[in-house]
């Protein structure tokens, strides 16, 4: 997503740091091609393409640059979220502008069939390491999964999930790995378009009607989109998810431990491994090691 970048120095400035960390470790065979998609409005994309001519002028390997329009796949977008939005958005409406925080989640009837898997990225990341090695994961998904993603390193679901916790004393919802199902985070996720194509599950899951039924049975009222949709499909159906080592998404956002969680939050924010990518969610600074 690359949306309102011309009016915001600080997305400008991460945007800067994602894509000169990521050139610098990028590496690919021959007849590979890094496509790299930006969702944009047409004065981010005026800047975006300004700035990538000189990022990627010195690129060793073969890449394509595509830009979409952000009121154009929230167009498409819109029908077939909507109901879900009331779940997951902010507010209590189904803003049309806030279809595409949903994106992801409908990634596989938005795109042409020709695309058949694809890595969504946050523009807040640092990049440790070759940004192919995460491609490599997408050879490990067991056969129904359709998403891989890393877990969520904030006690967030577990406030989220509050009133199914009261009711269920017993449950692993929201509790910290290594047991517990602590949800996940949006900030990396690889989109296998054609498992999540073929998967029967994932699109009856899509349905309004099941979205509600969740929704109801797990008590969730969220904000968060995308996030909070694969959160709670996942408490239910984990074998949908690859679970990707914590390394290849290690949030360094604090706030919930400064907001009721101190006790626990260091349970949910430990990640034992290295990090390939550093993700400076919540505006977090990130280090310079
Ligand atoms: N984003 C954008 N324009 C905005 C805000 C967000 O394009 O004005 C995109 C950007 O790719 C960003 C992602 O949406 O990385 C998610 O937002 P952010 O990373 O700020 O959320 P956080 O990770 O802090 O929850
Ligand atoms: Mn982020």
């Known amino acids: 997503?690359?949306?309102?970048?011309?009016?915001?120095?600080?997305l400008q400035d991460k945007f800067k740091v994602a894509m000169l960390s990521m050139m610098m470790h990028a590496d690919f065979l021959d007849d590979e091609v890094l496509v790299l998609h930006?969702?944009?409005d047409p004065g981010s994309q005026k800047?975006?393409?300004?700035?990538?001519?000189?990022?990627?002028?010195d690129a060793t390997f073969k890449y394509e640059v595509l830009f979409h329009d952000e009121?154009?796949?929230?167009?498409?977008?819109?029908?077939?979220?909507?109901?879900?939005?009331?779940?997951?958005?902010?507010?209590s409406g189904a803003y049309y502008s806030d279809a595409i925080f949903f994106l992801s989640v409908a990634m596989h009837l938005i795109m042409p069939e020709n695309i058949t898997r694809i890595v969504q990225?946050?523009?807040?990341?640092k990049y440790k390491t070759n940004i192919r090695d995460l491609f490599l994961e997408f050879q490990h998904f067991p056969p129904e999964a359709v998403i891989g993603i890393t877990r969520e390193m904030q006690p967030v679901y577990r406030?989220?999930?509050?009133?199914?916790?009261?009711?269920?004393?017993q449950t692993k919802v929201g509790e910290p790995p290594p047991n517990g199902l602590p949800g996940v985070n949006s900030g990396v996720m690889l989109l296998d378009l054609g498992a999540m194509r073929n998967s029967v599950l994932y699109n009856q899951l899509l349905q309004p009607n099941n979205v509600a039924k969740l929704a109801e049975q797990y008590r969730f009222r969220g904000?968060?989109?995308?996030?909070?949709?694969?959160?709670?499909?996942?408490?239910?159906?984990?074998?949908?998810?690859y679970p990707l080592a914590c390394?290849?998404?290690?949030?360094?956002?604090?706030?919930?431990?400064?907001?009721?969680?101190?006790?626990?939050?260091?349970?949910?924010?430990?990640?034992?491994?290295?990090?390939y990518i550093y993700h400076g969610n919540c505006n977090t600074p990130i280090p310079n090691d």
Not at 47 to 57: A, N, P, R, V
Not at 159 to 169: A, D, I
Not at 258 to 263: A, F, L
């Open 1 to 10: 997503m690359f949306t309102k970048v011309d009016k915001s120095r600080s």
């Open 38 to 40: 930006f969702v944009s």
């Open 47 to 57: 800047l975006g393409e300004k700035i990538l001519q000189e990022f990627l002028k």
């Open 71 to 91: 009121l154009a796949l929230t167009h498409k977008l819109f029908p077939i979220v909507e109901a879900m939005q009331k779940h997951f958005s902010a507010g």
């Open 121 to 125: 990225l946050d523009l807040d990341l």
């Open 159 to 169: 406030h989220t999930f509050w009133q199914f916790r009261k009711e269920n004393p």
């Open 223 to 241: 904000h968060l989109g995308d996030q909070d949709f694969f959160s709670m499909i996942g408490m239910e159906h984990p074998q949908l998810f």
């Open 247 to 275: 390394g290849w998404n290690r949030q360094l956002c604090t706030w919930w431990r400064d907001h009721g969680y101190t006790d626990v939050f260091h349970m949910y924010y430990h990640c034992e491994g290295p990090v």
